[in-house]
């Protein structure tokens, strides 16, 4: 079993706190995805993790260890670096058995475990080349196997994608789904696209400014965002956000005046707003539909996106405020029209406070 | 690398534009007149040094060494010049010099050492052939000379053991306070970069003095290590060292770190790898600090069998001139393994000191 | 899974090196590994640099508070107990004169220290700019279009690999009264007399005067018709060449007699040489850094010039100095500090000689404390820290001065 917890983890450089008390519990076997914008401190999460970076208040417990500690090399863990890391003056075969060298491994042992890592990841034609040599997947996969074969309790991943192209993304993303499938192993994984996140993670941990947004399954996130930041954050193209005021508080739940004018109600619990109460509703570009007739609000068309498949509208409301619809399909839309939309079934829409930007949980 | 076949071109290729212009002609005239500036006294030095001894108390100024043939007396127990004696009839014959008599010279036709003849110093000239000689080297070091005044392999190990060793340690302590100032956080890292960096700008010539009683009070004087030592922490090496260890990413160290490489480790496998580039110049730095090094070793060492070979040659310049032979020989000598080096080296010297500043 | 494990290549004899190094490191790791252990990975770093700390304190930062120390003692003794305070004595004596400038009048240690101090004084003076000037000259042609490049910086350069007692040796045989460089100057001289004395001196003369005509016509008559050119050529060459005839009596030379170079007290021929030979042994130097400050111009800049019909000459001053302008203060910077200390090529050259022509202020301070039978360390120290004084003043004021510049 290999957990890992934080309890009240903060960090700081000198004055400036940049990781503001994280308590987070991840289970064995979950790949985990940190998420979020750059400079949110998910990297530095992950270096603390790690051991790379010292914590400094809180506690890091691996397998109910407190290891804040431990150094590095002996919490069991390996980490697959953004630039990959690899030692250029050695060859693949050294740079996967440095490690293990280090740790006494017996030789055969070695070579027994880099010959395996080499063969799970394709890379045995490799091993006597130098990284100067690989192409960017290459080292990608290098740069996995010295992780592989040092069998760790828990892999480490940080923005090990950022340095490819868009294809090759695509592809190492669906390898390291398979690794962690055949490896069972519990993989913690930083990035800030959260495309990846969404496709690769068992549960996503949202980070912003130090803080920890929201933890949970992809889904979830998706469809109950708990803020703002979440709810405009998972999700592309972005969530819309209307201002509006509460109107009515009733038993189906809030209903709400919009600015861009017109009425909607949403099925949500109402603690902390009361009729007058400045709220912002969150529907999804994919729940608007097009109505011909009175429809919710109506949008003035600035930019019609055509991908063939799908369609895309970006156009301004009667209170200046912008939007975006997606629809499936093509559509004969053009700019300049103005079109009715009606905005998404109402079991899809999102009510946050406006100050707070907390979302009010739906009626159950 | 002018190819041969092709000087024409090389001589009108420049500037695409302009065609070959005047300026060029004067540019390439330049840098002819600086070559021969710099290569011709190297070259007649070398020459000189293999001239047999009277050539040069003589200073016979021609470029190649001419050397009198000799031939045997009539007994055969000492040797006599030969000359070319022009008889006044125009005819010519080789005849060996037995000495001179007011201004008519005893002489002997080769073949005939018994007869002896009078002839006028203004009918012969002297006979030569071109022949270096390299006794001039082999003397002085193998031969039996050697040990009298001029012991050059003494020296020539001396100086080889100061070289090696001092570069050795130079890489060594420099490059791990290079490691600790480039990849370590901890108290006191700015102060110390700031206290090597302004010791550049100190000379080590006003430390003379204290620095000698430093090194005589240590027992180290007339011993090679006190020449070693007190150079081998050079703020130019830390400095140099630590610019291009500051361009190594911090990942590679933490990436040694998860795989459970000690610090050391890290220092040795990882840091030291990585740094060869500069490391090799500060080597060639090195090698040519020690191998030219003068003033201190003149200061360290006194007694000759521990001078090195530039305090070596310096002592046998000052002492005497009847050995001039044997010095140039020996300077020759002394700018060998430099030279070698930098014929092999020389991009990667100049490009080095170049991208340092660093002499 | 262990035998169908890929084969380990043969990579002894290949890495034997990086095998060795490894095997070094492993070895040194055991120790180094449990220190670690006792005391942390960060403070590891302290470890590091324990061997340079020590060192470079021992022999460079303690002498340097030594040399206070002595500069204010007397006696001849190295054991620091046994050398009495004496105050400013050392200083006096080196100071205490009549006249600064005249060496003449100061007492044995004041002269040497003040003949040194000046013949330094001058030797910076004159041998920094020259140096400076022909260096920048040498890099400048070299920056330009110019064929095999790497060979002529090496040729250059070349002489900054010789050891200063190698470039000693060379020159001064070259030098010697009967050396080389006299020969060659007495058989210049006789042989310009006797060209000016043949036959062949008149028509020689008549072909070059013609060849400069020609060339000064073509700049001058550029866009003439060729007629013209020709005219302009002939009328040149004869107004040259009987210029030259009616002197011809007054352009022989007085025969050579040759000239003891390092030796001529009366001259300043010693200090002359001994200026033109540190100057062969460091030029290269020099030349490879304003080199390399020249090569780090980026070339769009002069491309954007030459656009804007900037000439070349302006593209000079205006482009290629005040960019080279860092280089240049660098440069300066330490030859002028270089320059200051100025030892062994002179020393072993002239050793300081004829008399005291050429006798540098390092000259003082080593012979005071370690030549003769009086070994007078306090004087040397107290030299020492005079000097240091002026070098600091010195590079000081000019790394202020230069910022002043480059700031206003």
């Known amino acids: 079993m290999s957990t890992l917890e934080l309890k009240q983890v903060t960090k700081s450089f000198g004055a400036t706190q940049v990781i503001k008390g994280i308590d987070l519990a991840i289970n064995h076997g979950e790949f985990v995805v940190f998420v979020g914008p750059s400079g949110c401190g998910k990297s530095t999460l992950l270096r603390m993790i790690a051991g790379l970076e010292p914590v400094s208040t809180g506690e890091v417990r691996i397998d109910d260890a407190i290891v804040n500690e431990v150094p590095a090399a002996e919490r069991g863990l390996a980490m697959v670096f953004q630039s990959y890391a690899l030692y250029p003056h050695m060859s693949v075969r050294q740079n996967l058995s440095f490690g293990l060298e280090n740790l006494k491994t017996p030789k055969p042992e070695v070579e027994r475990r880099v010959a395996e890592a080499a063969r799970m990841l394709r890379m045995e034609q490799l091993l006597e080349r130098r990284p100067g040599q690989l192409s960017g997947g290459q080292r990608q996969r290098v740069a996995i196997g010295r992780a592989v074969v040092r069998e760790p309790k828990i892999f480490l991943f940080d923005e090990p994608l950022s340095n490819l192209d868009a294809e090759l993304r695509v592809q190492m993303r669906v390898e390291i789904g398979n690794l962690h499938q055949r490896l069972g192993n519990t993989m913690i994984y930083v990035t800030h696209d959260q495309v990846e996140a969404m496709t690769m993670a068992d549960r996503i941990a949202v980070l912003k400014d130090g803080r920890l947004e929201q933890f949970g399954r992809p889904l979830d996130l998706y469809n109950r965002p708990a803020n703002l930041f979440v709810a405009g954050f998972i999700g592309s193209p972005r969530m819309n956000f209307l201002n509006g005021t509460v109107k009515a508080l009733g038993s189906e739940g809030v209903k709400v005046a919009l600015d861009a004018g017109g009425e909607v109600s949403v099925p949500c619990q109402f603690q902390g707003i009361a009729p007058g109460s400045a709220v912002k509703l969150g529907v999804r570009p994919e729940h608007i539909s097009l109505k011909d007739a009175g429809g919710d609000v109506s949008l003035s068309v600035s930019i019609t996106e055509q991908l063939g498949g799908e369609s895309y509208l970006h156009g301004t409301l009667p209170s200046g405020e912008t939007l975006s619809v997606r629809l499936a399909g093509q559509t004969r839309v053009v700019r300049g029209d103005t079109v009715g939309l009606g905005l998404a079934d109402p079991a899809l829409r999102h009510l946050f406070h406006a100050e707070t930007g907390l979302a009010l949980p739906p009626l159950t | ?359 | 899974m262990a035998d169908t494990s890929i084969p380990t290549p043969s990579r002894a004899p290949a890495n034997l090196v990086g095998w060795l190094w490894g095997k070094l490191g492993d070895v040194l790791d055991g120790p180094f590994r449990a220190l670690q252990r006792h005391i942390g990975a960060n403070r590891m770093a302290y470890v590091f640099l324990a061997p340079n700390v020590l060192v470079f304190g021992l022999f460079s930062f303690w002498p340097m508070l030594l040399n206070f120390y002595i500069a204010f003692t007397g006696g001849q003794s190295v054991i620091l107990a046994e050398r009495p305070f004496v105050g400013l004595a050392n200083f006096r004596e080196l100071l205490d004169c009549p006249s600064w400038l005249d060496p003449k009048t100061c007492p044995v240690a004041g002269f040497s220290f003040w003949t040194g101090i000046w013949n330094t004084l001058f030797f910076a003076v004159v041998q920094v700019p020259i140096m400076i000037v022909v260096a920048l000259v040498t890099a400048l042609i070299l920056n330009r279009d110019i064929r095999a490049r790497g060979f002529w910086r090496a040729v250059y350069f070349y002489p900054v690999m010789l050891s200063p007692v190698v470039v000693a040796v060379i020159w001064d045989w070259v030098l010697k009264r009967r050396g080389i460089l006299n020969a060659l100057l007495s058989d210049g001289v006789d042989g310009w007399n006797a060209f000016v004395g043949s036959n062949l001196f008149v028509p020689i003369l008549a072909g070059l005067s013609g060849l400069a005509a020609w060339a000064f016509c073509q700049r001058l008559l550029r866009d003439r018709p060729v007629w013209l050119k020709l005219v302009g050529t002939g009328l040149g060459a004869l107004v040259i060449a009987f210029i030259l005839t009616s002197f011809r009596a007054n352009l022989a030379f007085e025969p050579y007699r040759p000239i003891n170079w390092l030796i001529d007290v009366r001259s300043g021929w010693p200090m002359f040489w001994v200026i033109f030979v540190y100057t062969w042994g460091h030029l290269g130097f020099y030349m490879l850094i304003l080199l390399a400050g020249l090569q780090a111009i980026p070339k769009d800049l002069y491309e954007a010039a030459e656009m804007d019909g900037t000439s070349k000459s302006r593209a000079f001053w205006r482009i290629t100095l005040p960019l080279l302008m860092p280089t240049m203060i660098v440069v300066l910077v330490l030859s002028l500090i270089r320059a200051f200390q100025v030892f062994d090529e002179v020393y072993v050259l002239t050793g300081g000689g004829p008399g005291q022509a050429t006798k540098m202020i390092i000259q003082h301070i080593y012979e005071s404390a370690f030549i003769g039978d009086a070994k007078r360390y306090g004087i040397a120290a107290a030299s020492s820290m005079l000097v240091a004084g002026l070098l600091l003043i010195l590079t000081l004021g000019q790394l202020a001065a230069t910022r002043k510049k480059a700031g206003g």
């Open chain 2, 1 to 359: 690398m002018i190819n041969s076949t092709d000087v024409s071109s090389f001589l009108t290729r420049k500037r695409a534009r302009h065609g070959f212009d005047w300026t060029d002609v004067l540019s390439y005239a330049y840098l002819a007149l600086g070559v021969l500036l710099v290569a011709l006294p190297i070259f007649w030095m070398f020459m000189s040094s293999i001239k047999s001894p009277r050539a040069l108390v003589e200073n016979d100024p021609r470029l190649l060494p001419h050397e009198q043939l000799t031939t045997p007396s009539a007994d055969g127990s000492r040797s006599h010049g030969v000359f070319l004696w022009t008889k006044p009839d125009g005819s010519q014959v080789d005849v060996g010099f037995i000495g001179p008599r007011g201004v008519n010279a005893r002489v002997f036709e080769i073949g005939k050492p018994a007869e002896i003849i009078e002839v006028p110093r203004s009918q012969i000239v002297r006979k030569e052939v071109v022949q270096p000689r390299w006794e001039n080297y082999s003397e002085p070091t193998i031969g039996s000379t050697q040990s009298r005044n001029f012991n050059f392999l003494r020296y020539f190990w001396n100086s080889t053991f100061v070289t090696v060793v001092a570069t050795l340690l130079t890489l060594v302590v420099n490059a791990m306070a290079a490691f600790a100032l480039s990849k370590y956080r901890f108290r006191g890292r700015d102060a110390m970069v700031i206290v090597i960096v302004s010791t550049l700008l100190i000379p080590p010539t006003v430390i003379l003095v204290p620095l000698f009683i430093t090194v005589s009070s240590l027992g180290m004087l007339n011993s090679l290590w006190g020449v070693i030592i007190p150079a081998i922490a050079t703020p130019t090496g830390v400095f140099l060292l630590r610019q291009y260890m500051l361009t190594i990413p911090d990942e590679l160290l933490e990436a040694a770190r998860m795989d459970g490489a000690s610090e050391w480790k890290i220092f040795w496998r990882i840091m030291l790898p990585l740094s060869l580039p500069a490391l090799s110049v500060l080597a060639i730095l090195s090698v040519m600090w020690r191998w030219n090094d003068f003033m201190w070793p003149l200061i360290v060492l006194t007694q000759s069998e521990v001078f090195t070979l530039q305090l070596g040659l310096s002592t046998f310049k000052g002492e005497l001139n009847d050995n001039m032979h044997h010095l140039l020989a020996m300077t020759v000598l002394t700018l060998l393994p430099v030279t070698l080096v930098f014929v092999v080296l020389q991009k990667h010297i100049t490009t080095g000191i170049a991208n340092t500043g660093l002499k």
